[in-house]
């Protein structure tokens, strides 16, 4: 008989024995699904509390829907979201990077650059008392409901360029998300968690960033303060109709109402044009497809205008004397310019006395407030 080497039965001893490691050793997957425990939520409470928004009645009505009443948590979990960088796909931007609170929830800049650096081609709105607005959001009216818009930004590649599937994934096995979704919307297991329910949140705390403290709305409450002399001759000019027979048409035509903006779309002459199709951005006509609307937008409110500089849709103007001077000059010539933009006769001290006025919407208590700071 011939005699098999030792060395070989070793060998295949250690060989058996590494298989059998490996065949015994746990696996873990790349991407561990949530934890899959039915009702895993259900040790939570969920007690959900009304919550009344406190404004007074000048500045109009918030529609709440139906679908998505107000509640302490659910505006606990939405201003959560909406500071947290978990919503973008390398975790580096949230919707605060582009609505900064310090900045009345704007970000300072022209237009916005997302997770990949590639700027967008128009400027982050101003979301003070963007819960009044009933018109369309965004500059161009592209979508109805504060829940739509909050969905929009993940999925945006030129912003936080993720997928819901997997934003929902991540806060589905969070350590504390599937517990404040459980508390708000009463959901019995983290996989009932989904993008609808984080858009109704996001868009509560939205509704509730509100602005009335400004010195104008003291003024208006006939609470003592009054205007300095430069404020009341800015407030005159900016109100000032054409029709009293001179040339300056007032700025409220744009910017009316306790808002300072309009339900409405307006070409502002900042754009030449010579037919509709040469507008660069289309504007209101990218929605309807209505040529003669392209190059309108959304006159924005001017509340905390002073914050929330630089100016226009696509940030063109660093201040507002350049604002003021752009307008004075009569705009440039588009097929659908409005009928209010055009030259008029503005001092120096005529555009000094109205950027007085336009300080007096500042709301720096808005800015503060500590319910609308980031809570980590």
Not at 97 to 105: I, K, M, R, T
């Amino acid at each position: 008989m011939k005699k098999i080497p030792s060395l070989s039965i070793a060998g295949t001893f250690l060989l058996l024995l590494l298989l059998t490691i490996v065949a015994c050793g746990p696996e873990e997957p790349a991407n561990p699904g949530p934890i899959d425990e039915p009702d895993d939520l259900l040790e939570f409470t969920y007690d959900p509390e009304n919550y009344e928004l406190d404004y007074p009645d000048y500045l109009g009505q918030i529609e709440i829907p139906e679908d998505n009443p107000m509640t302490v948590q659910g505006i606990e979990l939405g201003r959560r979201l909406f500071f947290d960088p978990i919503l973008s796909a390398d975790s580096t931007m949230s919707c605060s990077s582009c609505h900064n609170p310090v900045q009345s929830f704007t970000d300072g800049l022209a237009t916005s650059p997302g997770i990949d650096g590639n700027l967008g081609s128009r400027s982050a709105m101003s979301l003070v008392n963007i819960a009044f607005v009933n018109n369309g959001l965004n500059w161009n009216g592209s979508l109805q409901t504060l829940e739509e818009q909050a969905l929009e930004p993940v999925t945006n590649e030129v912003e936080l360029h993720e997928t819901w599937p997997n934003v929902i994934g991540k806060l589905q096995q969070h350590p504390t998300y599937p517990q404040f979704f459980r508390e708000a919307f009463g959901i019995a297991d983290r996989n009932e968690i989904t993008k609808e329910l984080a858009a109704k949140a996001i868009a509560q705390f939205e509704r509730t960033l509100i602005s009335y403290n400004s010195k104008y709305d003291q003024i208006r409450f006939g609470s003592g303060v009054f205007y300095e002399e430069d404020e009341i001759n800015g407030r005159d000019l900016f109100f000032f109709e054409l029709a009293t027979g001179l040339d300056h048409p007032g700025c409220s035509h744009c910017h009316g109402g306790v808002q300072f903006s309009e339900p409405s779309f307006f070409n502002n002459g900042i754009t030449e044009a010579a037919t509709f199709a040469d507008f660069p951005d289309k504007g209101r006509g990218e929605v309807t497809g209505v040529p003669s609307d392209n190059g309108l937008f959304r006159p924005p409110s001017l509340r905390n205008i002073a914050l929330t500089a630089p100016y226009m849709h696509d940030g063109r103007f660093a201040t507002l004397e350049e604002v003021l001077d752009h307008y004075k000059s009569g705009g440039h010539p588009s097929p659908n310019i409005s009928a209010n933009i055009q030259p008029f006769t503005l001092s120096d001290e005529d555009r000094d006395n109205l950027i007085a006025f336009l300080h007096t919407l500042t709301d720096t208590s808005f800015i503060n407030n500590p319910a609308f700071q980031s809570p980590f």
